[in-house]
């Protein structure tokens, strides 16, 4: 959506609207008339434009691209046949034509053009001339106000497009009978009158009239002319905006032309917030008109601020060229296409592993776990030694005591230790046993007892030995021993093979000699 600001200057009165355009849809922000002292020219324009900044602010009106509207008593129309040339070649075959009727300095005018039709091998043409220092007054007051210029057109186009947009949009403006037919639209301001003939929004014929009480003379006047010129396409109904009197005008000139006359709202369908009032809106149907155009595909049929120029002629193989860009850009968005959905389809499938992954991983850590429980439940069960079978072996081992002279006063036992690091493959001992005692000075007893423990599988720490205490020295027991570790594994009970000789025997003593070690 563009917001436009459309401006129309005469006899002394600024008309301004703001309005958002869109696919030829109006809506009127604001609406206001401003009296100026006098015409707008190069000389005043800087002065006018700082007063219209001011203006707009004080009014809170925001900046927008300028539509100005030039009346019909400020242009030369003429109606103008050329040959049918080629597109680019036609902008010049019309001004050459326009040009050789004129009576100024071409360098003075700004000069535009419509195309109206063909007419047997040639083609017509609505040539617009206006003082390229009306233009240029125009430049000038936007530059001063901080507004750029984006158009100046005819009010007459604007006249033709606001009754062909409003038309049939209420019941106080009728579609005419029929609906295509030509129709007649006055637009009445303060101290100017402007009059115009279309068609279906095309522009037949427009004049400039003074307001008084000869207007409706003068229309009736402007329409003989027009039937004149057009006899087979007769004005159907008269469209009247504006006017102090507007209903007693519009009597008027239905008695005297016989055509239904109808009221002209120019904001019908898009009222302002604070909208003029019904007898100063005929100085708005231009701007409304102008503001239509602007939001049609087709664009302004007439800018004299940037006339239609001649091109270079097309060259004959762009289109082939285009062509071709074409399919090459169709070729590059399809493949594009389809990199991007196997991108897609790529980027789902490793974002459906990562998940597989995720699941996977606590797969695994709960495995871990359990293999954490398992190996601790069978580091348990190797440490599970039977002590009972291994004091009764190291019973059996242990000498004599009467002959060895050898006593055991502190045996213990311990599971061992297993490293937090330690993997079940490790060869590691299950417990470990430590002994001290006392012995006379012969050490024979104390290495064959750790003899008796390396032969079966048992490895030991070597012993140490210090002098006894005087109370052991006493009874015989010279020296005090210690082995600080000897090494147990776990064994099956088919692996404990050694049986005490009891030769001081009781009966139930050799009844267990006979069947063997106790337990078995």
């Not at 902008?91 to 009576?103: I, N, S």
């Not at 186009?157 to 947009?165: K, P, S, W």
Request: glycine letters at 8%; aromatic letters at 4%.
């Amino acid at each position: 959506m563009a917001r436009f600001l459309a401006l129309d200057w005469d006899h002394n009165q600024l008309h301004v609207v703001l309005a958002n355009v869109s696919g030829g849809g109006v809506r009127v922000l604001h609406a206001a008339v401003w009296p100026e002292e006098a015409p707008l020219s190069a000389d005043n324009a800087a002065a006018v434009g700082e007063r219209l900044k001011a203006r707009l602010k004080e009014a809170n009106i925001p900046a927008a691209p300028v539509l100005a509207c030039l009346g019909r008593d400020r242009i030369i129309v003429k109606d103008i046949r050329y040959p049918i040339v080629p597109p680019h070649d036609e902008p010049g075959v019309v001004r050459f034509q326009a040009v050789k009727e004129l009576t100024g300095a071409v360098e003075d005018v700004a000069i535009d053009y419509t195309p109206v039709g063909d007419s047997g091998g040639e083609r017509r043409a609505l040539v617009l001339v206006a003082k390229r220092e009306l233009v240029t007054a125009y430049q000038e007051l936007c530059k001063a106000a901080g507004l750029k210029l984006a158009a100046v057109t005819p009010r007459p186009f604007g006249l033709a497009a606001c009754i062909d947009r409003v038309a049939g949009t209420t019941v106080l403006t009728p579609r005419p009978e029929p609906s295509d037919g030509a129709v007649a639209v006055l637009a009445v301001a303060e101290g100017w009158a402007e009059f115009c003939v279309s068609r279906g929004g095309t522009l037949l014929l427009a004049r400039s009239l003074s307001p008084g009480p000869n207007l409706a003379a003068e229309v009736r006047r402007s329409l003989a002319v027009y039937g004149g010129q057009a006899a087979g396409q007769p004005v159907r109904a008269i469209y009247v905006a504006g006017a102090a009197d507007n209903a007693a005008l519009r009597e008027r000139l239905h008695n005297l032309t016989e055509l239904p006359v109808h009221l002209l709202d120019p904001f019908a369908g898009s009222d302002p917030p604070e909208p003029p009032a019904p007898e100063k809106r005929g100085g708005f149907a231009g701007l409304a008109g102008l503001l239509y155009l602007r939001g049609d595909r087709a664009g302004l049929p007439v800018n004299l601020a940037a006339p239609k120029q001649p091109r270079p002629p097309e060259d004959p193989n762009k289109r082939k060229l285009l062509v071709g860009v074409g399919v090459a850009a169709a070729v590059f968005l399809a493949v594009g296409a389809l990199a991007f959905l196997e991108l897609n389809r790529l980027d789902r499938e490793v974002k459906s592993q990562v998940l597989r992954n995720k699941d996977l991983d606590k797969l695994l850590q709960a495995s871990e776990e359990d293999d954490k429980r398992v190996v601790a439940v069978r580091s348990w069960v190797n440490q599970n030694v039977v002590w009972l079978d291994e004091l009764y072996d190291l019973t059996d081992r242990f000498p004599e005591p009467d002959t060895s002279q050898m006593r055991i006063i502190l045996l213990s036992a311990d599971v061992a230790d297993r490293p937090a690091n330690a993997k079940e493959k490790d060869k590691l001992h299950a417990a470990k046993l430590s002994l001290k005692g006392v012995s006379g000075n012969d050490n024979a007893p104390i290495d064959q007892l750790l003899a008796r423990f390396r032969t079966d599988g048992y490895p030991t720490a070597p012993k140490q030995v210090v002098p006894g205490r005087p109370l052991g020295r006493n009874a015989g027991f010279t020296q005090e021993f210690s082995v600080a570790r000897i090494d147990v594994d776990k064994r099956a009970p088919a692996q404990y093979t050694r049986h005490i000789d009891d030769k001081g025997g009781a009966d139930n003593a050799n009844e267990r000699r006979r069947r063997g070690r106790p337990g078995q």
